[in-house]
């Protein structure tokens, strides 16, 4: 070879999925490729021209657009792209421009189909990695969203300002003006000698806490602290710290590693990261003065659920954000409702049931809530008030988006407001005596969560239900032939199963069909093993925890949650940006060739998960609770 093609053949060997290959296959294709060169901005793929050579990144940034412009994904050095393009039709997928100066070695077609051909190793790569298509297919729209991949731990600036608890609210202060932060940690000694964190103080403290009450600069911080602040491990991700700052609506959010604080970092920290925040909407939606600003906000929440979907954020951080949005709704209205009724007469916890309480709200779903009353409850005294309360909550949510449950799963229904020794009744009752009618109740209020009240009463629930559940295999039976109900829409051949008539003829449903059915086998598993944990891919951790199912089961059950969960808010987001009605129905035609398969292949999972329940129905493996997450 000449010298220029053994230093291709060098550099392309330090690569995936050359460096698998012989040296007679890569000496080939360093013979046989040529080098270009662009300048930053330059287009080097445009959409639906014809493609027929593979391009390796020698030096230099690509980006990769979709067909409406937005961005897709960024790549580097070692990197390859119009793999795609020369996979299907040989038309360019993803258009291509030059971040940096780049250098690419352009590989002909014909040497691509002969590597295809001929080494399993790069045909795999190229396709789907080393990976299953679904794996593939996740790992790819994650690594895209800048919020998936980049450490929490790179916000932080400085190391943490602290004040031991004994300091005075004026010290605090001058250490603050001192240092030029917006907020201090207050620490104390624990018995090994090590500080811990014990509260936070920011200037919103300073201002609401202790100038507008005038009080004494010898004040305590102490006093106008928020103790046991929320915190998150430096190890997660600035998508973690998103939505731990959207579920508890703080600004402020200390970083840990080793029970140590190592940072905190503010809201600022996370806007460049998300230019139309999140916590925003959430901030407007508590602030609402009442329902009208409320279902004004309705377009807020529209917007930033289209922005996460085409920033490809996965399921779980759009379900879990929407749930955020969806029970500062819910939260707001109550308060609205005790302003006008005035405060609860006793002591009570307004449930929330179904995806919300999973946190995998979508837009278009309909409410499911109830009531749980104080055992003091006496209906001819206070029911009177709690219908009221019922009804405007109800109604309020039905202004904002949430349809009336048209099996009236709602406070609003007498049987679904009752004492907490009647809910008690109610899920023992089901688990013992596993009905028709009690397995429809199991799978709607088994998914439960507090979202206003004396939340806290929901963690005895939970436990009791997976306690009870877990070791009555009757049951579990029973919730597992519920489960399979419903089937995905395969046929014989693999291909998909349209509605044939009416007016969604010619789509699939893809939550009936697909998300739905999932998520209850998931729930059968999930409370055979003991498990509390209400999100299903935290349900399937469990499961896999508890070597519950086959090898590899539970992960693969987690894929195809993923893969339906993206392509059904894709369809959402895209109805919301056409101005349409949001619905679970869609029409495989309109998917590209790569989602139709991986929808394939998730429907698949589905289906061998149903046939694996009807052979092997479930049993419970009660080892104590495995799970018991805040309601806060």
Request: hydrophobic share 40%; charged share 25%.
């Amino acid at each position: 070879m000449e010298v220029e093609q053994i230093e291709i053949a060098n550099h392309l060997r330090r690569f995936e999925p050359f460096d698998a290959l012989p040296e007679e296959a890569v000496a080939r294709v360093a013979a046989n490729a040529d080098v270009a060169y662009y300048k930053a901005g330059s287009d080097i793929l445009l959409l639906n021209d014809e493609i027929h050579d593979l391009y390796f990144i020698r030096s230099g940034a690509v980006e990769l657009f979709r067909r409406d412009g937005e961005f897709f994904n960024r790549l580097g050095e070692g990197e390859l792209l119009g793999q795609t393009g020369l996979m299907m039709r040989n038309r360019v997928r993803f258009p291509a421009r030059a971040l940096e100066d780049t250098l690419l070695y352009i590989i002909p077609e014909t040497i691509f189909d002969e590597l295809c051909d001929q080494h399993d190793v790069f045909a795999d790569f190229v396709e789907f990695g080393d990976h299953s298509r679904l794996q593939q297919a996740i790992s790819r729209a994650q690594q895209s969203n800048e919020m998936m991949r980049t450490k929490v731990s790179r916000l932080i600036g400085r190391e943490p300002v602290s004040v031991d608890q004994t300091a005075s609210v004026h010290q605090t202060a001058i250490k603050m003006t001192e240092e030029r932060v917006s907020s201090v940690l207050v620490t104390d000694m624990n018995e090994d000698g090590e500080s811990t964190v014990v509260g936070i103080v920011t200037d919103q403290d300073l201002r609401t806490r202790f100038i507008s009450p005038a009080l004494e600069f010898d004040t305590p911080i102490t006093a106008i602290m928020s103790a046991n602040p929320v915190t998150l491990d430096a190890n997660l991700y600035v998508f973690d710290a998103m939505l731990t700052m959207l579920r508890h609506n703080v600004h402020h959010l200390p970083l840990m590693r080793s029970q140590q604080a190592v940072g905190v970092i503010a809201l600022s920290d996370l806007i460049r990261y998300e230019s139309q925040n999140s916590l925003f909407v959430v901030a407007k939606l508590l602030r609402a003065q009442n329902q009208e600003e409320l279902v004004n906000l309705g377009k807020d929440i529209d917007a930033s659920f289209v922005r996460m979907v085409n920033e490809d954020a996965n399921s779980h951080m759009v379900g879990s954000a929407m749930t955020v949005f969806g029970r500062s709704i819910f939260q707001r209205l109550l308060e609205l409702a005790e302003e006008q009724l005035g405060p609860p007469p006793i002591p009570c916890c307004f449930l929330t049931l179904g995806s919300m309480a999973r946190d995998e709200l979508l837009p278009g779903g309909d409410q499911d809530n109830a009531l749980v009353l104080d055992d003091s409850f006496d209906a001819a005294k206070h029911d009177g008030y709690f219908q009221k309360l019922a009804a405007f909550v109800s109604d309020g949510l039905a202004a904002n988006g949430f349809a009336y449950c048209k099996g009236g799963v709602m406070a609003t229904t007498d049987k679904w407001r009752q004492p907490r020794h009647v809910w008690k009744k109610y899920f023992a009752d089901w688990i013992a005596y596993p009905s028709k009618e009690a397995m429809l109740n199991s799978s709607m209020f088994f998914d439960l969560d507090g979202v206003w009240g004396h939340t806290e009463w929901v963690i005895p629930f939970r436990q009791q239900i997976a306690r009870q559940a877990a070791n009555h295999n009757l049951f579990l039976s029973s919730l597992g032939r519920a489960a399979l109900y419903r089937t995905p829409p395969l046929g014989f051949f693999k291909d998909f199963v349209l509605e044939q008539d009416g007016e969604h003829k010619n789509s699939l449903n893809l939550k009936r069909r697909g998300t739905a059915p999932l998520a209850a086998l998931v729930r059968v598993h999930a409370l055979a093993v003991g498990s509390t944990a209400q999100n299903t891919f935290e349900r399937l951790e469990d499961i896999k925890d508890a070597r519950h199912l086959p090898p590899g089961r539970a992960e693969a059950l987690r894929d195809a949650m993923e893969i339906m969960s993206v392509v059904r808010q894709r369809h959402h987001a895209d109805q919301i940006s056409r101005k349409q009605k949001v619905d679970n129905n869609i029409n495989p035609e309109d998917l590209s060739q790569f989602d139709r398969r991986n929808l394939k292949e998730a429907f698949q999972v589905l289906n061998d998960a149903q046939n694996y329940l009807k052979v092997r129905p479930a049993k419970g493996r009660y080892r104590g609770t495995k799970r018991v997450f805040s309601t806060s």
